[in-house]
């Protein structure tokens, strides 16, 4: 079988009209998400010495991220993506640039975490928007291949993104990596909101609004949520734990290479999850992968060098973007109209507050225990994601009822 047969599921996706150029703007306007954490951990670590205080003002940005999200998105199902994009892309800019601003000539405490805040809270998440793009013009198997071509995008952003900013921060200064993150952010937003003609329709608020609002949380939503909670948890333990592991190990630099290994396992995995026909359900899919990503993850037990580390990480990373495509898949199927966005938007929420904890944890753990030893955070903040996957499996069985026809029955 050639190459172009193979891959040709993925090669018709950029027969649609624009595709190629709003999943482009969306790649570049997702560098922000592994360059502004590590960027971050990166920035005040080396103005202050603490991981600790690294970890909390990483989380502390991650969190804001995760409150803004489904906001930004529910007010772009309303209003469109472009007027929205546009000023969020504004303002972080302008919040982002002072946060380095007053970490660098020494500003107070509290500004640092105000400001780093502010930057996560005008942060859209532009995955949900590509792929509510992409939603609007494919049938459903289409946007299984869809969804996984965006995983994939989504590693390669993490492939590439720690060692950019990890090389930037120590070999020019500490304050470049975390710039370049937001300056990428703010060209990739700009471009996508200047795409008018690919974006979804728009939703219009009626009536029913608080009706619809809370079928935005279904059992279906609220179970991958909680799980990408502790895959976040995950995401976010390791971004610090990696960076303090390197140090101990007198090979700062190279932290971010390491970081890059994960996502390259996460990236030949959604390759293949991409063309793959698999059997069941998507919810058994989702609870098999969540389960596997636990198992895989308490590899990190026996760290004890990097060439471990590596290993580790590339095998865990083949079960990153299988749990990430599954959870999304089985979200998008069950959406009620006009809350795509919002809906995916969520799914991101629950990764991005995991994020925070995770950080905010690890690096609490690497003060107080080392490195090696915390790896205990990740490893079972994974174990954890496995339990929940399976614990609310009850309440994700397909009963054949879409939410929008559950939805019609009772307003009609």
């Avoid at 709003?22 to 570049?28: K, N, P, R």
């Avoid at 059992?219 to 101990?248: C, H, M, Q, R, S």
């Avoid at 058994?284 to 037990?301: E, H, P, S, Y």
């Amino acid at each position: 079988m050639s190459p172009r047969t193979l891959l040709g599921p993925y090669l018709r996706l950029f027969a649609v009209p624009g595709s190629t150029s709003f999943s482009l703007a969306a790649w570049i306007g997702r560098f922000p998400a592994p360059m502004l954490g590590l960027g971050s951990v990166l920035l005040v670590e080396g103005e202050t010495g603490s991981y600790g205080l690294a970890g909390a003002v990483s989380g502390t940005l991650a969190l804001s991220y995760a409150v803004a999200g489904p906001q930004w998105a529910r007010a772009m199902d309303r209003r469109g993506q472009a007027a929205i994009l546009r000023l969020a892309m504004v303002a972080t800019l302008v919040t982002g640039s002072a946060f380095v601003a007053v970490v660098e000539t020494g500003g107070p405490r509290w500004a640092w975490f105000l400001l780093a805040a502010a930057t996560g809270f005008s942060s859209p998440n532009i995955g949900s928007l590509v792929r509510a793009r992409w939603s609007a013009v494919l049938d459903p198997a289409g946007r299984q291949t869809a969804y996984a071509f965006e995983a994939v995008v989504d590693e390669v952003v993490f492939v590439l993104g720690p060692p950019l900013v990890t090389l930037l921060a120590t070999l020019v200064a500490p304050p470049v990596g975390f710039l370049t993150g937001i300056l990428l952010g703010a060209v990739g937003g700009l471009w996508l909101a200047a795409q008018r003609d690919t974006e979804p329709p728009l939703h219009v608020a009626e009536e029913g609004a608080p009706r619809r609002r809370r079928s935005v949380l279904t059992p279906t939503l609220l179970v991958v949520v909680v799980t990408y909670l502790a895959v976040g948890t995950v995401f976010g333990a390791i971004d610090v734990v990696v960076v303090g592991f390197a140090e101990e190990e007198g090979a700062h630099a190279f932290s971010g290479l390491v970081l890059a290994v994960f996502a390259l396992g996460s990236l030949v995995a959604g390759l293949v999850y991409g063309l793959a026909r698999l059997p069941g359900t998507l919810a058994a899919r989702f609870v098999g992968t969540a389960v596997a990503f636990g198992l895989a993850a308490q590899l990190l037990w026996g760290v004890g060098s990097l060439p471990v580390l590596v290993a580790c990480g590339f095998l865990g990373g083949l079960t990153i973007a299988p749990v990430l495509v599954s959870g999304t898949s089985l979200v998008e199927s069950r959406v009620a109209p006009g809350v795509l966005t919002e809906s995916l938007a969520w799914t991101i929420t629950g990764l991005t507050l995991g994020v925070t904890a995770g950080s905010a944890l690890a690096g609490a753990a690497v003060d107080a225990w080392g490195a090696e030893a915390a790896f205990a955070v990740p490893a079972v903040a994974a174990g954890l994601a496995g339990v929940l996957a399976l614990g609310g499996s009850v309440l994700i069985r397909d009963r054949g009822v879409r939410p929008e026809l559950v939805e019609d029955r009772t307003t009609g």
